[in-house]
């Protein structure tokens, strides 16, 4: 009897012990999955450092600006004839003037650029006279010029010491002609009031040219320009040494 009694105890205790163990790993996976889901929560000081993180996107760069200047000679090979009067003493309007030029301009990219350049007045002053007979009639024409263009650059080598940008683009042309004739003997002395008459004109043609751009610094560089235009019966070209400064 006692060792039965000890039997039923022993098995008693099993059961027991097997129904405390049992449940034990549903607690497990229990805790386990709330410590899933702490881990998936997603807090503020991650969602600001995202938040950081976005405000330090790159942003595009600013386009350079640059800035160009120059001093040369200017030359007009005119094929027509003018007068201030019909049948009049006629003059051809061909001959060389100074040149200076100011132009502002931006890169669009490493390679290309547009820029806004102009000419500061230009003035052109020819004359012609008859001779051989007692009566001298003279023309006396100046012509001045102001130009515009907006002239679009390629560039082979932003980098390079020495590189070169062919350009075109659009001139805008202002014009003035102030003409004076007389009519003398061949002693000087008038034998009418003399004639003056004043022309304007406003016109636009293609222009084409091209830099040689001699690197002298980081943002400084040595600029030999060539321009060229043809308008109304007149070939132009325009040679100087500039320069070009980059902000």
Known sequence: MTRQMIVLSSFVVAVGVVGLAGP??????ADASSDKTTTNT???????????QSDM?????????FVTGGYGIGMDQSSHFVSNQPDGLQTNLSGRMTARSLGVGTFLTPRLSVRFEMTLPE??????????????????????????AVLFGYHTASTREVSVAYLGGV?????RQDSLSQVLTDTGMPLAAPMVSNAYAYRSAAIAG???NIALGHRLALMPEFRAWSLN?????RTSLGFRVIF
């Open 24 to 29: 034990r790993p549903a607690f497990a996976q």
């Open 42 to 52: 997603t807090s503020p000081s991650s969602t600001t450092a995202s938040s950081d």
């Open 57 to 65: 996107l790159p942003r595009p760069k600013t386009p350079t600006l």
């Open 123 to 148: 003035t052109l002053a020819v004359s012609a006279s008859t001779s051989g007979t007692p009566v001298v009639e003279s023309l006396s024409v100046a012509q001045t010029t102001t130009t515009g």
């Open 171 to 175: 001139l805008f042309v202002s014009q």
């Open 210 to 212: 091209a830099d040689v």
């Open 233 to 237: 019966g007149t070939f132009s070209t």
